[in-house]
Each structure stands twice: as structure tokens, then as C-alpha cells.
């Protein structure tokens, strides 16, 4: 009965967490939800543990708690892969903005050499 | 202009305050008439201002990109401006700038010409795991480019307009990715490659990494460039 209420209520501050960073807005929608989605899923399962153990049983798996335990390092290890994804797009283009920034800089440079040539020559 | 073909020389410089006014000079001293581009990745000493007052003009990254990233900039740069030929030298004073009609002359039949080392002129030496790397390099290179590339590493190299607008848009900046991945794009899509033989010169500033713990990392990542340079589209 203690480890339903541990998990349990970490869950719920888990949930809490998430609620008031999305409230805030410190988290992007499509993570929230996610996580959110996901929390929907485990709470229940930290206050009856065994709602896993026939498909446990089904695949083999000695317990539904092992199951779980399982699926959860599955999962974070995609959210990881997922996140170097998002961190190499997000590389990629703060690289092209650097390089528009360059191009720009060097642009108005040698404008602004052009034109002091000009008013050099004129006066 | 080098041979009647409008050209830029792309410089990637970063924190060569030291000696990038020298090369700069030497450059439009041997080769009148060309423009230089000197790509500032985001030092922190002077270097940009240096070179501008040499005489280059200069496209300064607001942080560090790799040599890569430099690159891609400069033939961006030599693409809006219309350029006919791009050369790409090292800030350090290795590459000589006397060397740059001769690559641009085989630029006629070819797209991208290396300035190679170990090919007869001067006398560069490497040895150990280093050596062996730029050995398998090489091999592995050779087939793919369908012509005999001894120093595929060399950042030395003459670009016409085709490969300019290639490199415009797609130009690694990862590890080795400026050299060994660029030859295997540029062969894999059938532009021709050529090197000619160049002597180097020892660096103007700065020292190169040489103890045999590094030589052997060099060796694994030079290993793992290239593998997935190959079963990259």
C-alpha cells in the first residue's frame, strides 16, 4: 500500500509540474502534451500495478511491473534520439541564420565603403 | 581575374590575427587583380579588422562554425557575387598563393582541382597512424573520384562555378566533413576531380597536433568520416 502511494503521488506532482510550466508557458505545446499523455498512462498504473499483468504475461514478462519498467527506459531512450534530432535541425539553422548574418554584415560594410569613397571623391 | 575567369580566393581564418595580414598581402601581391574573402568564424582577436585592412573583404560569423561552416559561407558569398572560380586557401601560410594559376588551368577540364602535397613537389612528411589514415584516405578516395588523389585532406583547392553553386547550398561542417566529405559528394555526382602536385610550406603561426594518442584518434574518426560519407546520399 505505501509504494501505490509514493508512486502515486509522484505522479501527481509530476502532473502538477508539467500543468504549471505549460500555464507559464516555459513549455512548448508538443512537449507538454506529450508528457502529459504519457502521465495519463503511468498514474493509473502506480495505483494498481497489476492492470499490467495479463499482456505481461501474454509477452512472457514475469510482471506487469517489469513491463512497465521496460517500456519506460524504451520510451525515454526514444525521446533522447528524438531530441538530438530536434538539436541537429536546430544546429543546422542557426548555422544558415549565422551565415545570413555574415553575408549582411559584409554586404553593409561594403556599402558603406562604397559610399565614403563617393563623398571622399566629391569633397 | 586568374586566366580571364573571374575569381575569389575564400579564406577561413579564425583567431589568425598573426598572420593573416601577410597572407593576405601575399596573396594580392602574387595574383593581381583577384579578390580576396576573408571568413572571420567568430574570433576573438582582431582578425577581422586585420584582414580588411590588408585588402580582403570580410565576412565575420557572429560565433564559431567550424571550417565548414566558414566554407559553405564564402562559396555563398563567390555564388551571389557571380564569381566564375572559387580557391579556398588556409590562413596559416602553407598554401602558396603562386600555385593558383596552375590550379585554375586545369579547371578547364575539371570542377574542383586539389592542391596536393607528397605528390612530388616539396617535401611534407607525416608518419604512423596519421600517415596511415591519410594512406587509406587516399585509396578509398582514389576509386571513388576515378583519378589519383594523394593528399585528399588538402585544404588547398580551386572550384569552378558548378561546384561554387553546390557548395552554396550544401557544405558539411562537421569533422573532416570540409575535406573527405566534400570530395565523396562532388565525385558522387559526377563532377570531375583532379590534383596537382603543390610544395607546402611550414605554418606562419600556430603548431599542429602530432603526439600518437591523437594520431590514433585521427585515424578512427578519419575512419568513421569516411564510412558514412559512403552510405550517405
Known amino acids: 500500500m505505501k509504494l501505490t502511494l509514493v508512486t502515486g503521488l509522484t505522479g501527481l506532482l509530476l502532473l502538477g509540474t508539467i500543468v504549471e510550466l505549460l500555464r507559464r508557458r516555459q513549455l512548448r505545446e508538443k512537449y507538454g502534451m506529450l508528457w502529459l499523455a504519457v502521465l495519463i498512462i503511468v498514474i493509473p498504473l502506480s495505483l494498481f500495478p497489476r492492470l499490467l499483468d495479463n499482456v505481461a504475461e501474454l509477452l512472457g514478462v514475469a510482471s506487469g511491473v517489469s513491463l512497465v519498467l521496460f517500456l519506460g527506459i524504451v520510451f525515454l531512450l526514444l525521446v533522447c534520439v528524438h531530441l538530438s534530432w530536434e538539436v541537429s535541425a536546430l544546429e543546422e539553422e542557426t548555422r544558415t541564420l549565422a551565415e545570413d548574418f555574415a553575408l549582411l554584415r559584409a554586404e553593409i560594410n561594403a556599402d558603406r565603403a562604397a559610399r565614403d569613397e563617393l563623398v571622399s571623391t566629391d569633397g | ?233
Open chain 2, 1 to 233: 581575374m586568374v586566366n580571364g575567369k573571374r575569381t575569389l580566393i575564400i579564406i577561413p581564418a579564425l583567431n589568425e590575427s598573426g598572420s593573416i595580414a601577410d597572407v593576405v598581402g601575399e596573396v594580392r601581391g602574387e595574383l593581381p587583380g583577384v579578390d580576396v574573402l576573408v571568413v572571420d568564424d567568430g574570433s576573438t582577436d582582431r582578425t577581422a579588422a586585420v584582414a580588411a585592412a590588408a585588402g580582403a573583404k570580410v565576412a565575420k560569423l557572429p560565433y564559431n562554425l567550424g571550417v565548414g561552416g566558414a566554407m559553405r559561407l564564402g562559396y555563398r558569398y563567390a555564388r551571389d557575387h557571380d564569381y566564375e572560380v572559387a580557391i579556398q586557401i588556409d590562413a596559416d601560410g602553407q598554401h602558396d598563393p603562386r600555385y593558383v594559376p596552375k590550379l585554375v588551368d586545369l579547371l578547364d577540364d575539371n570542377d574542383l582541382v586539389i592542391g596536393a602535397r607528397f605528390a612530388g613537389e616539396g617535401d611534407y612528411m607525416v608518419r604512423g597512424p596519421r600517415r596511415w589514415a591519410m594512406v587509406m584516405l587516399s585509396a578509398v578516395l582514389s576509386r571513388v573520384a576515378h583519378t589519383k588523389l594523394t593528399d585528399t585532406t588538402s585544404g588547398f583547392r580551386a572550384a569552378n562555378r558548378r561546384v561554387i553553386e553546390m557548395f552554396a547550398t550544401w557544405y558539411p561542417a562537421e569533422y573532416l566533413g570540409d575535406t573527405v566529405e566534400t570530395l565523396v559528394h562532388t565525385a558522387r555526382r559526377g563532377y570531375r576531380i583532379r590534383q596537382v602536385p603543390v610544395a607546402m610550406r611550414k605554418r606562419m603561426a600556430g603548431t599542429p597536433s602530432h603526439s600518437p594518442a591523437r594520431a590514433m584518434i585521427y585515424l578512427g574518426r578519419a575512419f568513421a568520416v569516411l564510412t558514412l560519407a559512403l552510405i550517405r546520399r
